[in-house]
Nanobody, 119 residues
Framework: QVHLVESGGGLVQAGGSLRLSCAAS????????MGWYRQAPGKQRELVAT???????NYADSVKGRFTISRDNAENTAHLQMNSLKPEDTAVYYC?????????????WGQGTQVTVSS
């Protein structure tokens, strides 16, 4: 069983910063691509950033240059550093662990953490 627990969300003014964390239980973290997704009210969930088990990162165009995804395999934790936040970044942010190994695949989600950016 895998659990993902997000933390670090909150209310911040435009231009400010927040750092989200995702703590993963279980043994699959090192083999997972970790991702952050977000869902704003009335919109579909969208990709924010991913980082593979080898450390290769990918970002949505809307956050490139402002957000940084990272992972700490020793601590089974993924982070999303968000700088220069904009009101349009307001959403519930979800952590995801996705992977496959020896014929087994998985796709796990956290419960989400609210990020609100005021103008």
């Amino acid at each position: 069983q895998v659990h993902l627990v997000e933390s670090g969300g909150g209310l911040v003014q435009a231009g400010g910063s927040l750092r989200l964390s995702c703590a993963a239980s279980g043994s699959i973290f090192r083999r997972s691509t970790m991702g952050w997704y977000r869902q704003a009210p009335g919109k579909q969930r969208e990709l924010v950033a991913t980082i593979t088990s080898g450390g290769v990162t990918n970002y949505a165009d809307s956050v490139k240059g402002r957000f940084t995804i990272s992972r700490d395999n020793a601590e089974n934790t993924a982070h999303l550093q968000m700088n220069s936040l904009k009101p349009e970044d307001t959403a519930v942010y979800y952590c995801n662990a996705d992977g496959r190994f020896l014929g087994r695949s998985w796709d796990h989600w956290g419960q989400g953490t609210q990020v609100t950016v005021s103008s």
